[in-house]
């Protein structure tokens, strides 16, 4: 990491993220080998974000915005020389401080992506919760092919506050998954609904996410 001032303008030199965002990633891998992301894989990814906004949480930083797109990817070498795929969580646009109170956006301003955000963030309230709801979406749409709530914007608002998500038996057919892989996909079932949970005092620690690295 570096920084510097070119010509009167302030520039952040950061590691390169080469293999794109996870939305990109998921996309390449199933355009050139005709297969979706492995349980394992969906596992690996949610848990390094959960860890890596637990790590904003414990700074007073809640991001607003967790999506498929703010997590990028790269490699990451490991102690046997092996490389693997790292998740960073990046755009911290609408990230706003406890502390201060403070975004780069009023924080009195509904902020977010509608498909992944709380029931509680369209009333404008801000916590960790939102965040993990989010991650929860992220993961619910890795596991299954598919969003929960779809449609319209108000559609999708309706489907955030009122109802709830459909089981990932339905969402795997509805995305046009291989039936084979629900078997294994229950496992996920109950960590990713506590996440959705319309309650904003659902649990917000990483254990939950953790949860998932113990079932396989």
């Known amino acids: ?67 498929p797109e703010n997590l990028l990817i790269t490699k990451k070498r490991l102690q046997d020389e092996t490389q693997e795929p790292h998740v960073w969580v990046s755009d911290f646009g609408l990230a706003i401080s406890q502390y201060s109170g403070s975004s780069l956006r009023s924080s009195q301003m509904i902020a977010g992506t509608a498909e992944y955000m709380s029931p509680e963030s369209f009333f404008r309230k801000v916590g960790a919760a939102g965040d993990q709801y989010g991650l929860g979406i992220v993961a619910f749409e890795l596991f299954t092919g598919g969003l929960p709530f779809e449609g319209s914007i108000g559609e999708i608002i309706k489907g955030h506050e009122e109802k709830r998500p459909p089981s990932f038996d339905e969402a795997v057919g509805r995305s046009g998954r291989r039936s084979g892989m629900n078997n294994k996909l229950k496992a996920a079932e109950e960590v990713i609904a506590t996440a959705l949970e319309k309650n904003p005092d659902r649990s917000v620690d990483v254990i939950k996410f953790s949860n998932l690295q113990v079932k396989y």
């Open 1 to 67: 990491l570096d920084g510097d001032i070119y010509h009167g303008q302030p520039f952040i030199v950061m590691e390169l993220a080469f293999m794109g965002n996870l939305l990109t990633y998921r996309r390449q891998k199933e355009m050139q080998t005709g297969q979706a992301l492995t349980i394992e894989e969906v596992v690996n990814f949610v848990l390094q974000s959960a860890e890596g906004l637990e790590y904003a949480h414990s700074k007073n930083v809640f991001h607003r915005d967790v999506k």
